[in-house]
């Protein structure tokens, strides 16, 4: 973990969890968060479905625990059916949005233009984008891991965007939900390449954080955490139990 950059830990509960169960779920990550008050070494944040996003945003009031979506429209308003704007996620509450994520590049077929699209909607609202870049396995096999997660950052990064307006994770297709992982050096290259591209691209770039995803677990956290290039972790499966996920946080390295 690089010094001044503060870690983020963010939860995506992807499309799982009714009401009593995610405000069960918010509320246990939220007292885990307030009680460890300035000790905390790095900011919470938990994204739950749509559904929940009003009601989850209500439970963690009050607490460092931060709000995001899991996606938003590129337009602000209009005749989308089923779709979010990022004003909408903005005016429940929400800071972030998580944004090109392998699940929509994949089962939605989002194109990279098309997330440049959304992150420039999340900066016009006022949030920030976690915008999410991977390798399949057999781009990893056929060694072009490097070139599609640069020509992704290219493509799903909008001129002008800011240090303070961007998040990247980084998540190899092939490890997410898999219990398989890369290996530590396979994590820091990729994770160098990235700092490379964006310090390359935006002002003080080599400042916004990049966070590893794919697999994250109470058991593996601790090591992938104390990465020099790695400023925290986005994680699913894990973070749909409270006791999990905060070991993932507890992980952090102290400042």
Not at 72 to 96: E, N, P, R, V, Y
Not at 181 to 203: C, F, G, M, Y
């Amino acid at each position: 973990m690089a010094s001044g950059r503060r870690p983020l830990i963010a939860a995506n509960w992807k499309m799982n969890g009714l009401k009593a169960d995610g405000v069960a779920l918010a509320q246990a990550v939220a007292a885990r968060a307030k009680s460890a008050g300035a000790t905390l070494a790095g900011e919470v944040l938990v994204s739950p479905p749509a559904t929940l996003i009003d009601a989850v945003s209500a439970a963690i009031a009050g607490t460092p625990v931060l709000l995001g979506g899991q996606d938003c429209h590129a337009q602000t308003s209009g005749a989308f059916t089923g779709d979010i704007s990022a004003a909408m996620l903005k005016d429940l509450g929400a800071s972030h949005v998580i944004l090109g994520h392998s699940e929509r590049r994949t089962l939605h077929g989002e194109t990279d233009a098309q997330v440049s699209a959304k992150v420039a909607a999340a900066r016009a609202a006022g949030l920030v984008a976690i915008v999410c870049v991977g390798e399949t396995e057999a781009q990893r096999d056929s060694g072009d891991t490097i070139a599609v997660i640069v020509g992704q950052i290219d493509g799903s990064i909008p001129a002008g965007a800011t240090v303070a307006e961007i998040v990247v994770a980084y998540e190899p297709v092939w490890a997410i939900g898999t219990g398989r992982t890369p290996t530590l050096a396979e994590i820091v290259e990729v994770h160098q390449a990235i700092r490379a591209r964006l310090a390359s691209r935006i002002p003080g770039g080599d400042a916004i954080r990049i966070l590893y995803g794919g697999s994250v677990k109470p058991s593996n956290a601790v090591e992938v955490l104390a990465l020099a290039d790695v400023d925290g972790a986005l994680v699913g499966g894990a973070s749909l139990k409270a006791e999990d996920f905060w070991a993932i946080v507890s992980a952090l390295p102290q400042a």
